[in-house]
Protein backbone atom coordinates (compact mmCIF):
# COMPACT_ATOMS: atom_id res chain seq x y z
CA UNK A 1 0.00 0.00 0.00
CA UNK A 2 3.06 2.49 0.63
CA UNK A 3 4.29 1.67 -2.91
CA UNK A 4 1.47 2.54 -4.10
CA UNK A 5 1.22 5.90 -2.68
CA UNK A 6 5.34 6.58 -2.87
CA UNK A 7 4.42 5.67 -6.69
CA UNK A 8 1.34 8.29 -7.03
CA UNK A 9 3.28 10.52 -5.27
CA UNK A 10 6.45 10.55 -7.76
CA UNK A 11 4.72 10.22 -10.70
CA UNK A 12 2.31 13.46 -9.91
CA UNK A 13 5.52 15.28 -8.64
CA UNK A 14 6.81 14.16 -12.52
CA UNK A 15 4.36 15.71 -13.65
CA UNK A 16 4.26 19.49 -12.07
CA UNK A 17 7.79 19.52 -13.12
CA UNK A 18 6.69 19.28 -16.79
CA UNK A 19 4.41 21.78 -16.16
CA UNK A 20 6.68 24.72 -14.24
CA UNK A 21 9.26 23.72 -17.00
CA UNK A 22 6.53 25.07 -19.85
CA UNK A 23 6.19 28.60 -18.21
CA UNK A 24 7.89 31.04 -20.62
CA UNK A 25 9.16 34.51 -19.50
CA UNK A 26 7.43 37.63 -20.68
CA UNK A 27 10.01 39.86 -23.07
CA UNK A 28 10.95 43.04 -22.60
CA UNK A 29 8.78 45.84 -25.06
CA UNK A 30 11.21 48.43 -24.62
CA UNK A 31 12.42 48.89 -28.14
CA UNK A 32 8.54 49.23 -29.57
CA UNK A 33 8.27 52.28 -27.11
CA UNK A 34 11.34 53.68 -28.53
CA UNK A 35 9.91 53.60 -32.60
CA UNK A 36 7.13 55.38 -31.72
CA UNK A 37 9.33 58.13 -30.23
CA UNK A 38 10.90 58.10 -32.91
CA UNK A 39 8.29 58.60 -35.42
CA UNK A 40 6.79 61.52 -33.94
CA UNK A 41 10.05 63.61 -34.32
CA UNK A 42 10.20 62.85 -37.94
CA UNK A 43 9.68 66.46 -40.09
CA UNK A 44 6.76 66.75 -42.26
CA UNK A 45 7.59 66.70 -46.41
CA UNK A 46 5.62 69.39 -47.83
CA UNK A 47 5.04 70.07 -51.55
CA UNK A 48 5.05 73.48 -53.87
CA UNK A 49 4.37 73.78 -57.14
CA UNK A 50 6.58 76.69 -58.92
CA UNK A 51 5.14 78.10 -62.31
CA UNK A 52 6.44 81.09 -64.69
CA UNK A 53 3.67 82.83 -66.30
CA UNK A 54 4.42 86.22 -67.91
CA UNK A 55 7.76 86.66 -66.18
CA UNK A 56 6.44 86.00 -62.40
CA UNK A 57 6.87 83.80 -60.75
CA UNK A 58 3.85 81.77 -58.67
CA UNK A 59 4.30 79.53 -55.32
CA UNK A 60 1.76 77.43 -54.58
CA UNK A 61 1.47 75.30 -51.88
CA UNK A 62 -0.77 72.32 -51.05
CA UNK A 63 -1.12 73.04 -47.24
CA UNK A 64 -1.83 75.97 -45.36
CA UNK A 65 1.15 77.85 -43.97
CA UNK A 66 0.12 79.48 -41.04
CA UNK A 67 2.45 81.42 -38.69
CA UNK A 68 5.35 80.47 -41.11
CA UNK A 69 8.13 82.97 -41.90
CA UNK A 70 8.44 83.43 -45.69
CA UNK A 71 11.82 85.21 -47.13
CA UNK A 72 12.29 84.87 -50.71
CA UNK A 73 16.25 85.15 -52.12
CA UNK A 74 18.01 86.16 -55.07
CA UNK A 75 20.94 84.22 -56.21
CA UNK A 76 23.15 86.33 -54.84
CA UNK A 77 21.56 85.82 -51.71
CA UNK A 78 19.76 89.30 -51.29
CA UNK A 79 15.92 89.47 -49.53
CA UNK A 80 13.29 90.40 -52.28
CA UNK A 81 10.11 91.19 -51.31
Given at each position: MKAKLLLMLFLVSLSLGVFALEHHQKK????CKVYEK??????????????????CL???????????????????GNEKV
Open positions: PHAVVATRIPFIFSIQAEDINDYLTSQFSLNDADITMLDKD
